[in-house]
């Protein structure tokens, strides 16, 4: 079956652009989480929804950061006026069941030139 | 609140040789943990997780962990390295609670295998 995809896999902004990130979790999934993964580092909790409620945005680095999922399926990540900072591989994640496994996506890589 | 130190970011080892990855964690409730694997430009892939009872727990391509409570440790091994294990591991938590599952990881550590 299919996986988790992300889209686009690679964008590129230049500073100030706002950017939106697309994650289609696994069918049927109830929990979703973002991660960054800043280079050479380990991903970083972003937020996570349960169906089409945020439940946990304490990740997220500054208001400019704004995650939704209105469905309870695909999501959106959006960051507005990018900044170099941004610079980072967003990966999605999604899961049957709270505290279960975790499927991750390819991830996006975005660089704010 | 809960954290991970992987010892080493970078390992390397001969083919054929013992891999072991080192990973430590701080939690103030009983951890869930997990080894996940990325290769270059991928998403990350479930090794193995631990959550309760057995402590020694067998994941997949021949790694295993042992949770040891005593040292707050959960390393991965895998007897004979091969080439195709060359990527970056990360150790991870999840310490329940009101966390929903989400994961703490590692700085991770970059396994490189040499014919």
């Known amino acids: 079956g299919a996986g988790v995809s992300q889209s686009p896999r690679y964008k590129v902004a230049k500073r100030g652009q706002d950017v939106a990130l697309r994650c289609d979790p696994i069918s049927g999934h109830v929990s979703l989480f973002w991660y960054q993964q800043a280079l050479g580092q380990g991903p970083e909790f972003l937020t996570y929804?349960?169906?089409?409620?945020?439940?946990?945005k304490s990740g997220l680095p500054s208001d400019r950061f704004f995650a939704e999922r209105p469905e309870g399926s695909v999501s959106t990540l959006k960051i507005q006026r990018t900044q170099q900072e941004d610079s980072a591989v967003y990966l999605c994640a999604s899961s049957g069941q709270i505290y279960n496994e975790q499927f991750f996506g390819p991830g996006t890589r975005l660089t704010v030139l | 609140a809960q954290s991970v130190t992987q010892l080493g970011s970078h390992v390397s080892v001969s083919e054929g040789a013992l891999v072991l990855l080192r990973c430590n964690y701080s939690?103030?409730?009983?951890?869930?943990l997990f080894w996940y694997v990325q290769y270059p430009n991928q998403g990350l892939q479930l090794l193995l997780k631990?959550?309760?009872?057995?402590?020694l727990v067998k994941g997949i391509n021949g790694f295993e962990a042992e949770f040891k409570k005593s040292e707050t440790s959960f390393h991965l091994t895998k007897p004979s390295a091969h080439m195709s294990d060359a990527a970056e591991y990360f150790c991870a938590v999840n310490a329940g609670g009101t966390s929903y599952g989400k994961l703490t990881f590692g700085q991770g550590t970059i396994l490189t295998v040499h014919p």
């Open positions: 929804f349960q169906n089409e409620a945020q439940l946990d």
């Open positions: 631990y959550t309760t009872g057995a402590t």
């Open positions: 939690s103030s409730v009983p951890p869930y």
